[in-house]
């Protein structure tokens, strides 16, 4: 990609394949900002995943608990552990990919103005054969201890009534610009020609 940053937008994604996508990014030097976490998709029921996650629960320190492994049980810090598990994070350059990573449920305020991304080799609907069953990260979370769902899903639908608003004000706008180099090509027509001949 190379860009300065990516923002991805994850909704409709497949978790694993948006993760080993981005580790992979990561790892070539490429700032990551994942957004709407939460509505990324498992593959399997919700009832399937929900008694995985539980046996994962299981894992832990015999002697003392505190030292790990750490359950998140926030969709956002999900996905961070996902991409985690595939960097070799415990080197520097592994640790490095890893800085470059952010994540967030919902769409916070600097990436709600930025222009989103999509992963076409991760999307459900282009990876998941239809009728089969899969599972929301945001009510996973939700079944396993994350308290935050109807917050984020609050202020996202405050996000939605601020984006329509802009978007209807950016096509109205759009229209009067057409509108206005319609009405101006006549009286412009010498200047077209002159810039046409150097090459604008």
Not at 112 to 141: E, F, N, Q, S, Y
Request: hydrophobic share 40%; aromatic share 6%.
């Amino acid at each position: 990609m190379f860009e300065k940053v990516v923002v991805i937008d994850c909704r409709g994604h497949l978790l694993g394949r948006v993760a080993s996508i981005v580790a992979k990014e990561l790892l070539n030097g490429q700032k990551i900002v994942a957004v709407r976490t939460e509505e990324m998709d498992i593959s399997g029921s919700l009832f399937r995943n929900k008694l995985k996650f539980m046996a994962f629960l299981n894992k832990r320190m015999n002697t003392n608990p505190r030292r790990g492994p750490i359950h998140y049980r926030s969709p956002a810090r999900m996905f961070w552990r996902t991409v985690r598990g595939m960097l070799p994070h415990k080197t520097p350059r592994g640790a490095a990919a890893l800085e470059r990573l952010k994540v967030f449920e919902g769409i916070p305020h600097p990436y709600d103005k930025v222009k989103r991304m999509v992963i076409p080799d991760a999307l459900t609907v282009l990876r998941i054969k239809p009728g089969r069953h899969t599972t929301l990260l945001g009510d996973l979370a939700q079944n396993v201890g994350w308290r935050h769902q109807e917050l984020v899903k609050k202020l996202e639908a405050k996000r939605k009534v601020k984006s329509a608003a802009f978007y209807q004000r950016k096509k109205a706008l759009t229209k009067l610009k057409t509108k206005a180099t319609q009405n101006a090509a006549s009286s412009l027509t010498t200047v077209n020609q002159n810039l046409a001949t150097l090459g604008f």
